[in-house]
Nanobody, 125 residues
Framework: QVQLVESGGGFVQAGGSLRLSCAAS????????LAWFRQAPGKEREFVAA????????DYADSFKGRFIIFTNYAKNTVYLQMNSLKPEDTAVYSC??????????????????WGQGTQVTVSS
């Protein structure tokens, strides 16, 4: 089992930044692939970014490249999502997910076995 606890969501004005955190426990951190997804009201869940803690590789959906950065702090067993130049359309619930299989992981989300509770991000115009 892997437990994931997100934090860092909140309200921000357009153009601002937020950093989301997801603390993982229950499995060896280095064996995890970790990802961020988001879901806006009335929309399907959307892949944002993923990282292989072991390999160090990252994967981003095209719409977030250059604005969002995924990275880990191995000592804290935590994955982060640094979000810059936020737009109102970035408003969503952001969720952390973990997979213990090989890298790369499909972006559909179906291969991620463990999910956090989500954290709300609201970007005002």
């Amino acid at each position: 089992q892997v437990q994931l606890v997100e934090s860092g969501g909140g309200f921000v004005q357009a153009g601002g930044s937020l950093r989301l955190s997801c603390a993982a426990s229950g499995r060896t951190f280095s064996r995890l692939n970790l990802a961020w997804f988001r879901q806006a009201p009335g929309k399907e869940r959307e892949f944002v970014a993923a990282i292989s803690v072991n390999v160090g590789s990252t994967d981003y959906a095209d719409s977030f490249k250059g604005r969002f950065i995924i990275f880990t702090n191995y000592a804290k067993n935590t994955v982060y999502l640094q979000m810059n130049s936020l737009k109102p359309e970035d408003t969503a619930v952001y969720s952390c997910a973990a997979d213990t299989g090989p890298w790369p992981v499909r972006r559909t989300g179906g291969e991620y076995n463990y999910w956090g509770q989500g954290t709300q991000v609201t970007v005002s115009s």
